[in-house]
């Protein structure tokens, strides 16, 4: 990354709600001379929450004096802000990859990685629930527990791990929670990737295989997806992948090849397309950038 090449910015704000709490943060980055390519903002009054996402473009060379500058500014307006270009470790960007029971995709997401399909860090593994621990280990990968005995995740927690290992990418790899916004909103721009088991947007949910069994399909498939606050909104999807079964096949029978091949297929080339620079999300819309 060259000192003078412009490339694009994100930064995200998140705090309690108050008044003029994006105006320091635009006038800052314009009076840097930034183009501004996209701005959301979200005020929720039910949550007291505020949360803005700017993408901007600006030379590489200022990117750490735009962190040092927008950090003091959330200090004074009581903002988490986080600054983060895709650009930074574009040739080998940090993920981590958050679990809870399920093996299959986690592991063919490292595999890939190990063999080069992927070209990125595996940074750290984050669980809900122990299970899958013994992996992060045979991988030798950082792992970090964020669920209490009922499996209840820390989100505050989570996001504080994210930020010690400065994760360019959060993968969800069959996690079964739910991020609350304003997680979303701070690893917001493209950051999150989550595994739908199902398609979207025909068979959202959290039991997907049964819809479209009650429905009496005979395709079957899997999402990936940009996360965005709105859960399985539709319009972010990176990868789809399906397999066809035979009238008659047993519902348990469709969740294990649904489940062993193609989860594993689906997200493992969803994430390969993000880690490559293939699709952007841009105003909650994926784009292709080649």
Same mark, same amino acid.
């Given at each position: 990354m060259t000192s003078d090449k412009h490339i694009p910015i994100v930064i995200t704000a998140v705090g309690p709600d108050n008044v003029r709490l994006a105006d320091p943060i635009i006038h800052y980055v314009t009076g840097q001379g930034a183009n501004i390519a996209e701005i959301q903002m979200y005020d929720h009054d039910e949550e007291a929450?505020?949360?803005?996402?700017? $993408?901007?473009?600006?030379?590489?060379? #200022?990117?750490?004096?735009? $962190? #040092? =500058?927008?950090?003091? /500014?959330?200090?004074?307006?009581?903002?988490?802000?986080?600054?983060?270009?895709?650009? !930074?470790?574009?040739?080998?960007? $940090?993920? =981590?990859?958050?679990?809870?029971y399920r093996p !299959?995709?986690?592991?063919?997401i490292l595999r890939a990685i190990r063999d080069g399909q992927i070209r990125a860090e595996p940074a750290v593994m984050i669980g809900n629930?122990? =299970?899958?621990?013994?992996?992060a280990e045979q991988f030798s990968i950082p792992w970090e527990m964020i669920g209490d005995d009922e499996g209840?995740?820390?989100?505050? $927690?989570?996001?504080?791990?994210?930020? #010690?290992?400065?994760?360019?990418?959060?993968?969800?790899?069959?996690?079964?929670?739910?991020?609350?916004?304003?997680s979303c909103w701070k690893y917001a721009g493209g950051r999150i990737i989550n595994l739908h088991h199902g398609l979207l947007p025909s068979f959202p949910g959290p039991r997907p295989y049964h819809d479209a069994y009650a429905s009496r399909m005979l395709t079957y498939g899997a999402?990936?997806?940009? /996360?965005?606050? !709105?859960?399985?909104?539709?319009n972010q999807i990176i990868n789809q992948t399906?397999?066809?079964?035979?009238?008659?096949?047993?519902?348990?029978?469709?969740?294990?090849?649904? #489940?062993?091949?193609n989860e594993p297929r689906c997200l493992v080339e969803g994430v390969r397309r993000v880690v490559d620079g293939e699709v952007q999300l841009h105003f909650h819309r994926v784009v292709a950038r080649k």
């Open positions: 929450l505020f949360a803005m996402l700017i $993408r901007i473009q600006l030379p590489g060379g #200022q990117l750490n004096e735009i $962190r #040092q =500058a927008v950090a003091e /500014i959330g200090k004074l307006k009581n903002l988490g802000v986080r600054v983060w270009s895709p650009e !930074e470790r574009a040739a080998r960007p $940090r993920v =981590a990859i958050c679990v809870t !299959e995709t986690p592991l063919a629930r122990p =299970a899958l621990r013994g992996l209840r995740a820390d989100d505050e $927690r989570m996001v504080a791990v994210l930020d #010690q290992y400065n994760v360019d990418y959060v993968v969800l790899a069959r996690y079964m929670r739910i991020l609350p916004p304003a999402t990936c997806h940009f /996360i965005v606050p !709105e859960l399985d909104a539709g399906t397999f066809t079964v035979p009238p008659g096949m047993k519902l348990d029978e469709i969740i294990r090849l649904g #489940q062993e091949d």
